[in-house]
């Protein structure tokens, strides 16, 4: 998959933008806070229609536009195939989305662009809460299959409605909440555990992939395991939630589900959170976003495009040499406010100032 075009009108600091991207890698440089990361934001938002920042729409649109709101438009070459992507975001209402000039919901996109996001900001992935790393893997899942992104959905809004009625009782059950209880356990029951099977799944996919990337960044082999860690025995929800059913009436809240499970990560027999040195829990961010990328290009049979966010800045030039190494890609956009290790062969290199991008020879 391959970004050919990319035009913003009122997208974060960008007022108007256009501009041409050649295949291999694309160098994005300049100083922080000039907008690099808010391009790559721009590019992935319209292959998936969400951030990878965890943001309001209302953040996306310029401050001080016009328009009430912004518009990201992007061509994609997709196995020989030309797809027009367009976001129209608004602050007031609904944002609308096309594919070819032709409206579309989120669900029917997901996977035609397959996009891969690699940052600095991903050690949250390992120092961060389980609501991190449930994102993470939701958000792989989500191109992977985009059904599965409708049962994450699902599984939301039954706890909204489940956890509103479990409020609204004061801690008593009456006969006429147990029933309508009784309704909601089975509804989270079917999509919460069709969603946390899939995590389930991945994970273990995962931490094969990931144990091999680690090792090709760290340049040895250390062992490495994803495990996946719910809050009930597979098969088992609406049992469990039966069964905790005071519990959850007590707190006003629902207490097992998928959306309290975890992904744990274990290097060399220890938890990678508490134990990992700095530099070790950078390569296994990197090691995880890597998985994903190459569990993503073997699902989807397309080689997805890969998004780099000042990777290098905090790596030392060994694992800067692994990475580069690892990552491969019909396209990479690679953002940088330094130096970068020597070896990296570029098509075209792009200067960010202050919204305004300008092609360097």
């Known amino acids: 998959m391959r970004l050919q075009r990319l035009w913003l009108a009122d997208f974060r600091n960008y007022s108007q933008l256009e501009l041409e991207f050649p295949?291999?890698?694309?160098?994005?440089?300049?100083?922080?806070g000039e907008g690099k990361t808010n391009l790559l934001e721009a590019v992935f938002y319209l292959a998936t229609m969400t951030s990878f920042r965890v943001t309001p729409t209302e953040a996306l649109i310029r401050t001080g536009a016009e328009a009430s709101g912004a518009v990201a438009r992007g061509?994609?070459?997709?196995?020989?195939?030309?797809?027009?992507?367009?976001?129209?975001?608004?602050?007031?209402?609904?944002?609308?989305?096309?594919?070819?000039?032709?409206?579309?919901r989120r669900r029917d996109l997901l996977g035609l662009a397959p996009v891969s996001i690699f940052m600095p900001d991903d050690l949250?992935?390992?120092?961060g809460g389980p609501?991190?790393?449930?994102?993470?893997?939701?958000?792989?899942?989500?191109?992977?299959?985009?059904?599965?992104?409708?049962?994450?959905?699902?599984?939301?809004?039954?706890?909204?409605?489940?956890?509103?009625?479990?409020?609204?009782?004061?801690?008593?059950?009456?006969?006429?909440?147990?029933?309508?209880?009784?309704v909601w356990d089975a509804k989270l029951a079917e999509v919460g555990e069709r969603l946390a099977a899939a995590r389930r799944s991945l994970v273990a996919e995962l931490s094969v992939g990931a144990a091999a990337?680690?090792?090709e960044i760290a340049g040895q082999a250390t062992p490495?395991?994803?495990?996946?860690?719910?809050?009930?025995?597979?098969?088992?929800?609406?049992?469990?939630?039966?069964?905790?059913?005071?519990?959850?009436?007590?707190r006003g809240a629902t207490t097992v589900g998928p959306h309290r499970d975890d992904?744990?990560?274990?290097?060399?027999?220890?938890?990678?959170?508490?134990?990992?040195?700095?530099?070790?829990?950078?390569?296994l961010a990197l090691a995880l976003r890597l998985a994903v990328h190459r569990e993503l290009e073997r699902a989807t049979g397309q080689s997805p495009l890969l998004l780099l966010d000042d990777v290098f800045s905090e790596l030392d030039p060994q694992r800067s040499r692994g990475v580069l190494g690892a990552l491969q890609?019909?396209?990479?956009?690679?953002?940088?406010a330094g130096a970068l290790p020597g070896d990296i062969d570029y098509s075209a290199r792009f200067r960010v100032t202050a919204g305004r991008v300008v092609r360097e020879e």
């Open 329 to 336: 890609s019909e396209q990479t956009l690679l953002t940088t």
């Open 263 to 283: 992904m744990s990560v274990v290097l060399d027999g220890r938890p990678a959170r508490t134990h990992a040195s700095q530099g070790e829990q950078r390569s």
């Open 75 to 104: 061509e994609m070459k997709v196995d020989e195939r030309e797809i027009l992507f367009e976001a129209a975001l608004r602050s007031t209402g609904r944002s609308q989305f096309q594919v070819n000039r032709q409206r579309v």
């Open 124 to 127: 949250v992935l390992l120092k």
């Open 224 to 250: 490495l395991d994803l495990m996946y860690e719910s809050t009930w025995p597979a098969g088992e929800l609406k049992e469990v939630l039966g069964q905790v059913r005071r519990e959850d009436l007590r």
């Open 23 to 32: 295949a291999g890698t694309s160098l994005i440089v300049g100083s922080n």
């Open 131 to 182: 609501g991190e790393r449930r994102r993470f893997l939701d958000s792989a899942l989500s191109q992977i299959d985009p059904r599965l992104d409708i049962a994450r959905s699902d599984t939301e809004s039954i706890l909204r409605q489940r956890n509103a009625l479990l409020r609204q009782t004061g801690g008593h059950l009456s006969s006429d909440t147990a029933v309508t209880l009784d």
């Open 213 to 215: 990337a680690y090792g």
